[in-house]
């Protein structure tokens, strides 16, 4: 077969201006990402202190104040939220690799995790505030924790369905052959080998609800005093971000700027830890 130069040439050109432009997209990606994160670290640090974790949200005008009642209703409602969504995930999504497989059941089961996981969460918002809070009456952080539910879910059943698949047949076969039943090898031996992957998913899930406005503005809505309250209004940390950062007052920017500072730290040690897990797992 005759070497055609002309066609080499032309494929190298190709070649070229796709990684130039490639490196160029990802060079811009970078520069944006880190002028955001150097604009975040000035503002943020500078707002860090002892008072931020003590103290709850100031009143307008006032000085001095802290961020304490909205940490620990983020904290709450977070936590309630994961009480819920890590079980009903983590078993919808051994139902689907292990059980219904291509059941109608499951591609409805598929159908419904997918619009929810392209759902605007003001949609899902929206949602709950009409079958929560208008019924009952009042904002509260129960509302907010079942709003962030219903977005966590879907990640931690995808996930957990997706790393059930990776786990080979060949395991379950030899625990069939042992006489093990099916929910003790869907649960003992194939749910073990994935726990890593599963881990993973339900990692990302926490740091996908962490810094969620817009449901929680339909749900939990603010409150400016400490309360560990459930069933009332509750502070929490993207609210109140969202509130300061665009009031007239210099203390509440700066508390808003230390705030968003808190939640983008632990979204990057939610994402280390889940790279550490899933390290692990392909080292398995």
């Known amino acids: 077969m005759e070497f055609n130069q002309q066609l080499y040439k032309k494929r190298q050109r190709s070649n070229a201006v796709g990684l130039t432009l490639s490196l160029g997209a990802m060079v811009l990606g970078l520069f944006v990402l880190l002028w955001i994160l150097s604009v975040l670290l000035a503002n943020g640090l500078a707002a860090l202190d002892l008072n931020m974790f003590t103290q709850s949200t100031p009143a307008p005008g006032s000085e001095g104040g802290g961020l304490a009642n909205a940490i620990v209703g983020s904290l709450m409602m977070v936590g309630f939220t994961v009480l819920v969504s890590t079980p009903i995930g983590v078993l919808a999504g051994v139902y689907l690799a292990e059980y ?26 929206l ?44 395991l379950r076969e030899a625990a069939f052959a042992l006489g093990a039943p099916r929910w003790k090898v869907s649960t003992m031996v194939t ?26 503005l339909f749900t939990a809505l603010n409150n400016q005093f400490f309360s560990t309250n459930m069933s009332a209004p509750m502070a929490n940390l993207p609210v109140v971000i969202f509130q300061f950062a665009l009031s007239p ?23 280390v830890v889940a790279r550490v897990f899933l390290r692990e797992k392909n080292r398995v």
């Not at 079958?131 to 509302?143: E, M, Q, Y």
């Not at 994935?194 to 899930?205: D, P, Q, W």
Request: proline content about 3%.
């Open 127 to 170: 949602f709950v505030y009409a079958i929560a809070v208008a019924t009952v009456g009042n904002f509260s952080g129960w509302a907010g924790s079942l709003a962030l539910s219903l977005i966590a879910v879907p990640v931690v059943v995808r996930t957990t369905e997706n790393m059930l698949r990776l786990v080979p047949g060949s």
């Open 249 to 271: 007052y210099e203390n509440w920017v700066r508390l808003a700027w230390g705030g968003a500072l808190l939640i983008t730290l632990s979204v990057l040690i939610l994402n």
């Open 100 to 125: 219904g497989d291509q059941s109608k059941t499951a591609e409805l089961t598929r159908f419904v995790t997918d619009i929810m996981l392209s759902a605007p969460s003001i949609v899902l918002g």
């Open 191 to 216: 749910l073990r080998a994935a726990r890593s992957g599963v881990m993973t998913g339900l990692l990302l899930a926490v740091a996908r609800i962490s810094g969620e406005t817009a449901p929680l």
